[in-house]
């Protein structure tokens, strides 16, 4: 469990990092909060020839909202997500903070990184779920200046993005602010990567769902929105009923051969449904305060 | 000074643990100190054709690259617990595999460099060429390797099932898991040229033991091997046995005359320490229709992986000792065939053969009462040997001693768990949980333990210069707070506290005749002998005392640390410094002839165990959802004899629980088809956590003193653990209303599958989601 060797480099500007990465070749690597880095070094499953510390990078550390907009700096920690009071992320976009509650254990969400994990794209990795909940566009800075990748367009496979090579992730534009949401998910354990997980976000008007968005995390090699269960509940009165519908709608997403580990999907897609379920009741009875964690109990 | 014994003594290791003095293997380093990395087997089972070495030992900073066919022929670790009529032949581990490997993590090779850095890199450079062969992975399939098939019981059970108005019958399986110390295996040899021999630092456990068997191997005198005592950050049965790695570290640091460390990380450690637990059992309880019990048969299939090693075939064995339990079993017979696979190999894990046993049978009582119309604790009431009963024999042995159970009173303990989860309310708590169609359930389980194996161990106590009492005694430090305890004991010959005491444990020099800490064993045994090895230096104190102040030794006595005339407020007294001062040669006190100082050494031999029991009661909830399982409360009523120091017999079982709730409910280690282990990292073995453990309230019970020590004490270090599986089971198939679940772990999917919920990869609808 000792890393094979790599040379160590920090940066300072994010035009360091790019410069640098460029210099350094395809096996450099960013080295962000470490938490998913670090520990595939030491069973060597990642073998990166150097490391661009980008922790030292200032400005990359914030949330900002513009309107309709919530912008998350890469270097922003999951601790910061879930500590933050501001009116600016409650209003709308309340799931943030009660989604980072859900990743791994307090010095994991210490160091860890938004931008960390939108780069790193695990299925199950909340802020991944997220981004595709709230059609989010993702600020990369590469070798020829900046572009914004739409998070449909992001998350290209398993752990894989529509990142290039070199490229730097600046910052996470979450938009679509919606009045009601949540994530629920259900790990064996407090803190392990979620079997499953489920996130909606809609609002209520005139007793009728709109703007509904549901995203899967666990079931597919990427996150997985739900078409058939948003439009469904497009217009619907909210309510047990709708929810249950939506729920058997959400669970018929999960077929064989999506999920990472086939052999259990039938228990994914059971464990699916009782989330989608209970995630649209806790949705509608109110935005999400800071809330206890719990299991999908 | 009040008595020692039977107080909640903080604990004297405490101060250097969380104060970072402690001493580790790993702490100890010398200069020049080579480092080592073990070569893996990466398949589960092959033939050999080649190892090739030289481009590891091209690697700037190695400094050896050792494969079999450096070391002495045929090398094997032997058995330490033999069981009468077994031979394990061909099938004790080597050293290093040569022509055939046979699990996953099977050493092969070793690297010495000159950091552990290095030596990672260069192992990888080790090429090997090893011919895959089929992997058996499962025993019992057919197509078996018995290392061993053997029986023991008593009574008539033809006629006991031939006469029966009920028989039950139940499969249930374990699942293979084991002992998981926070800190992984150390080792850190050094080499002393003068004699050819070496120091070792990060044995624990069974050091005489482990002496003995490496002098054989190293095929050099005993004297020469020193063991140091060091803190250990867990043991669990499985560290400090004997492993290939106990040998091949001290004799690279003989071979390359230098000091060698080795450090296991946690991905080699959870292929290679043993792991334990995996049986399936075929139950059947004949049964009158009152409920009483008439005869029981057992058919264990015991999964041993790859190799028999130093525990033998010892865990089968004490399931099927223990098997009977606390209960009036006149007709008994289990059988047991241990088989080979292609998996790492086993041996001991606390409450070895017990946990699994005591789940089997405890669901199978649960089952029974539910075919009969009857409640779960009428029925095992009406069958638990009474007081009267007592001491009972069955005609087996077990661990080499004859099974006597001693006194007790296994009702009144049952009485009193049941007594206390009334006044905590727990029967509403559930009642109110499913008036609100929640998924409660309250689980039971009754066990026997065993303790105090003898048959010996050795202690020696002496006085030192300013007054303070020094403990060698044979037992090891494994976090237990065994330093307490054993000073509680000695501080009593002397009436003084425990800070005046000092206890090594497990350094082979100092102790050459220890026997270790295993088998809820150190309080018991190794505390007997260092009460007598107490006794007899206070003996010596009081005679020489009376000797200094001129009085006849009966006259004087001997307590908060002094020797005066008894009676005599204003005399004269001494203190063990001044007393230790007349033992000093040239002493005038001292007669000729007779030795100088003051210390004496006891030996302490029992040939009997002493039988603790207990019960294990919880609530869980059920989450049909998801096929979560939560352990809401949990109690545990344990019968210890004597608690030397409560807190720490509470401690133990605490500690148990968590590991209890764990093997019940998470902690598993997968194999893939090709027998590739899954569960390499704490991401898939899934220990408990603070968060998965629930309080535990104890009921501490000292009602029934053993009869076999002076002490009157009991093991307790594995009581915690023995009933949980079966408590937990107990509990959920009471929440989710079936008779008795079929095994464990009670993961989502068995328990969705046991609802009816979910019942295979395929068939799950999402219609009828609670
Ligand atoms: C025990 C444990 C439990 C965990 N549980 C969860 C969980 O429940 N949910 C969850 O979401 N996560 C979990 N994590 C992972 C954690 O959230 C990580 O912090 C996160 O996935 C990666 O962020 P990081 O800043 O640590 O990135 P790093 O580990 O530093 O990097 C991860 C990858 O992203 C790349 N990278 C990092 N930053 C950038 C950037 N700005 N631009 C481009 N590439 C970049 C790196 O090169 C690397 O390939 C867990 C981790 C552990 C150890």
Known sequence: MKPAPFEYHRAYTPKEVTELLLELGEDAKILAGGQSLVPMMNFRLARPTALVDINPVSGLDYIRR??????????????????????????????????????????????????????????????????????????????????????????????????????????????????????????????????????????????RCHDVSMVLGGVANEPLRVPEAEAYLEGAEPGERAWAEAARLAAEAVTPGTGPDDGDHGYRRHLVGTLARRALAEAQAGPAGPRPRGGAS | MTEQIGRRVPRKEDRRLLAGHARFGADVQFPRMAHVRVVRSPVAHGTVSRIATEAARAQPGVIDVVTAEDLPADLRIPVRLHVEGTDPGERLQPVLASHTVRYVGEPLAVVAAEDAYLAEDAAELVELEIDELPARLDAGSGD??????????????????????????????????????????????????????????????????????????????????????????????????????????????????????????????????????????????????????????????????????????????????????????????????????????????????????????????????????????????????????????????????????????????????????????????????????????????????????????????????????????????????????????????????????????????????????????????????????????????????????????????????????????????????????AAQPGSPWLRDGEPAGLSARHRFAVDRMTYPYGAHVCVVEVDPGSGGVTVLRYLVAYEVGRAVNPALVEGQLRGGVAQGVGGALLEEFRYDESGQPQCTTFMDYLMPTASEVPAVEIVLCEDAPATTNPLGARGAGEGGLTGAGAAVASAVSDAIGRPAMTGLPLDPGSVLAALGTVTGPAAASADGIP
């Not at chain 2, 029966?164 to 293979?176: D, G, I, N, T």
């Not at chain 2, 042995?397 to 727990?426: F, I, K, M, Q």
Request: hydrophobic share 40%; proline share 4%.
């Open chain 2, 144 to 581: 078996d390797e018995v290392v061993a098939d053997f029986g023991l019981g008593y009574g008539d059970v033809e006629s006991a099932f031939a006469g029966a108005a009920h028989v039950a019958r139940l499969e249930f399986s374990v699942q293979r898991h084991s002992g998981v110390p926070l800190e992984p295996r150390a080792l850190t040899v050094d080499y002393v040229p003068a004699t050819g021999g070496v120091e070792i630092f990060g044995a624990t456990k069974v050091p005489g033991f482990n002496r003995r068997v490496l002098a054989q191997l190293l095929d050099v005198d005993e004297s020469v091997i020193h063991l140091h005592a060091v803190d250990a950050g867990g043991g669990f049965g499985v560290r400090g046995e004997f492993y290939p790695e106990d040998f091949l570290v001290p004799w690279l640091a003989r071979r390359l005359r230098r000091p060698v460390s080795w450090v296991e990380d946690r991905a080699e450690h959870l292929v290679a320490v043993n792991h334990s637990r995996q049986q399936r059992h075929r139950l059947e309880v004949a049964a009158a229709g009152d409920g009483t019990i008439l005869g029981l048969r057992d058919d264990v299939w015991h999964d041993n992986g790859a190799y028999v090693r130093t525990h033998g075939v010892i865990v089968p064995e004490l399931t099927l000792s223990m098997l009977p339990g606390p209960y009036r079993v006149p007709a008994y017979s289990g059988r047991v065939r241990v088989a080979l696979t292609n998996k790492t190999p086993c041996g001991t894990y606390r409450a070895p053969g017990r946990f699994e046993g005591t789940a089997a049978r405890e669901q199978l009582l649960d089952l029974v009462a539910a075919e009969l119309g009857m409640d779960r604790v009428e029925l095992r009431r009406r069958n638990l040997l009474t007081p009267g009963e007592l001491p009972h024999t069955r005609a087996m042995h077990t661990l080499g001693t004859e099974l006597v159970l001693d006194s007790g009173d296994y009702p009144r303990l049952l009485d009193r768990a049941l007594d206390t989860v009334d006044e905590l309310g727990w029967r509403e708590l559930v009642a109110r949980g499913r008036a609100q169609g929640r998924l409660l359930g309250l689980g039971l389980s009754l066990f026997l333990e065993k303790s105090g194996l003898g048959p010996h161990d050795t202690a020696d106590v002496e006085i030192t210069s300013t007054g303070r009492v020094r403990v060698h005694s044979g037992g090891t430090s494994l976090g237990q707070g065994i330093e307490t305890v054993l000073a509680q004991i000695v501080a009593d010959e002397f009436g003084v506290s425990v800070d005046r005491v000092d206890v090594v444990n497990g350094d082979t020099t100092l102790q050459p005749f220890g026997t270790g800490s295993w088998a809820s064993r150190s309080t018991v045994v190794a505390g007997s002998a260092v009460r007598g090895a107490g006794r007899a230096v206070a003996l010596r104190v009081r005679e020489l005392g009376a000797e200094v102040l001129e009085a006849a030794p009966e006259d004087v006595e001997l307590a908060d640390g002094v020797v005066r005339v008894r009676g005599a407020a204003t005399a004269r007294a001494l203190d063990l410094a001044e007393v230790w001062l």
């Open chain 1, 66 to 207: 513009d309107g309709d907009v919530l912008r998350v700096g890469a270097l922003t920690r999951h601790r910061s997500v879930e500590l933050s009071t501001e009116p600016d992320v409650h209003n709308g976009f309340s799931v943030l903070p009660g989604a980072a509650r859900w990743i791994g254990h307090f010095p994991i969400r210490s160091r860890g990184t938004v931008g960390g994990s939108i780069a790193h794209a695990d299925p199950t990795a909340e802020w991944c779920l997220l981004a595709r909940l709230y059609d989010a566009e993702i600020v990369v800075l590469g070798e020829h200046g900046t572009r914004t990748v739409p998070s449909d367009e992001w998350f290209t496979g398993f752990l894989t993005t529509a990142a290039l090579p070199g490229e730097l992730v600046l910052e996470t534009r979450f938009r679509r602010p919606r009045r009601h949401g949540t994530l629920l998910e259900y790990a064996r354990r407090r803190g392990d990567f979620a079997i499953a997980a489920v996130a909606v976000a809609f609002d209520i008007t005139d007793n």
